[in-house]
């Protein structure tokens, strides 16, 4: 079982960064391929970013390419999101997930799910 605890949003303008936190509770993190997933209101979870088990490989959304960064620390059993230049449609409540056998895009290949962070960008 893994337990993933959210972190670091917030209210920012925009132009403005943030660094969003996934602490997770598991005996073995480098297992687990990590992924940010992103909900606007009355729009569906959409993907953001996600790294491999060693940190080694990543993988943006179109986007948010070249404004966000995702890291993991598997020795804290952490995870990061630092985003930069952030937009009022970056607005969302941000979802960390895990899942143990891909480094995939797919909402549906995630078994575990936090229970987010709100960030809001204004204008």
């Known amino acids: 079982q893994v337990q993933l605890v959210e972190s670091g949003g917030g209210l920012v303008q925009a132009g403005g960064s943030l660094r969003l936190s996934c602490a997770a509770s598991?005996?073995?993190?480098?297992?687990?391929?990590m992924g940010w997933f992103r909900q606007a209101p009355g729009k569906e979870r959409e993907f953001v970013a996600t790294i491999n088990w060693r940190g080694a490989s990543t993988l943006y959304a179109d986007s948010v390419q070249g404004r966000f960064t995702i890291s993991r620390d598997n020795a804290k059993n952490i995870m990061y999101l630092q985003m930069n230049s952030l937009k009022p449609e970056d607005t969302a409540v941000y979802y960390c997930?895990?899942?143990?056998?891909?480094?995939?895009?797919?909402?549906?290949?995630?078994?575990?799910w936090g229970q987010g962070t709100q960030v809001t960008v204004s204008s």
């Open positions: 598991v005996r073995t993190f480098s297992n687990y391929v």
């Open positions: 997930a895990a899942n143990f056998y891909y480094f995939s895009a797919r909402r549906d290949q995630y078994d575990y």
